[in-house]
């Protein structure tokens, strides 16, 4: 079974431009997360989609953050125009229904703003 | 307000040795708690849960972890480390009472180094 899956694994772009990351969950799994780490903090939440709707964006910084997730199947989000501080790991994550249930990981999306 | 505290930003054990990584955590609600481990260039990896139960959790690698609710701790532990466990490990906390009881609360992290 494949896991989650995140793409592009590196990204470096200049501050004010665009950029779209992508996740693709375990198949089947209607949870979907995004997690981002910025060096030296500890992980944070951005949001939680149930299947194609937004269930917590409590976490998204500022609305220069806009995630989608078509279908109920892969997500994306994209940061517009990207800032110096928008640098670090995106992690994107997913699990099936149920409180119980553990999270799995994709391995991450370092984005780097210069 | 949820937090998850790893006091040691980093854990050194001699290969065979016993190796504890320590856990604390603070939520309004009862809590589910996670370890997760990173190696490098790698995910995020699920290692083992506290649910509810039994306070030794068994997870992957041999891992173990004991929940002790009095103490708000969740300390992982290994009987005798190897060398191919050194990665960087997450504590994490799900606040069954919060608004979103999915979402997860993590350490900072510590990097455990095993020497051969």
């Known amino acids: 079974e494949a896991g989650v899956t995140q793409f592009p694994s590196h990204s470096v772009i200049e501050k004010g431009q665009t950029v779209t990351l992508r996740c693709d969950p375990i198949s089947g799994h209607d949870n979907l997360y995004w997690y981002r780490r910025v060096m030296g903090k500890e992980i944070k939440f951005l949001l939680h989609f149930v299947k194609e709707s937004k269930q917590d964006e409590s976490g998204m910084p500022n609305n220069r953050f806009l995630a989608e997730r078509t279908g109920g199947t892969y997500s994306t989000l994209k940061v517009q125009p990207a800032e110096l501080e928008d640098s670090g790991v995106y992690f994107c994550?997913?699990?099936?229904?149920?409180?119980?249930?553990?999270?799995?990981f994709g391995q991450g999306t370092r984005l780097t703003v210069v | 307000a949820q937090s998850v505290a790893q006091p040691e930003d980093q854990v050194n054990v001699a290969e065979g040795n016993p190796l504890t990584v320590k856990c604390t955590y603070s939520?309004?609600?009862?809590?589910?708690l996670f370890w997760y481990v990173q190696y490098p260039n790698r995910g995020l990896q699920f290692l083992l849960k506290y649910i509810t139960g039994d306070n030794l959790v068994k997870g992957s690698y041999g891992f173990e972890a004991e929940f002790n609710k009095s103490q708000t701790s969740f300390h992982l532990k290994k009987p005798s480390a190897l060398v191919s466990d050194s990665a960087l490990y997450f504590c994490?906390?799900?606040?069954?009472?919060?608004?979103?009881?999915?979402?997860?609360?993590w350490g900072l992290g510590t990097s455990l180094a095993v020497n051969p």
């Open positions: 994550a997913s699990s099936q229904v149920g409180l119980r249930t553990e999270a799995f």
């Open positions: 939520v309004s609600g009862n809590p589910y």
């Open positions: 994490a906390v799900r606040d069954l009472n919060a608004g979103n009881n999915r979402k997860l609360i």
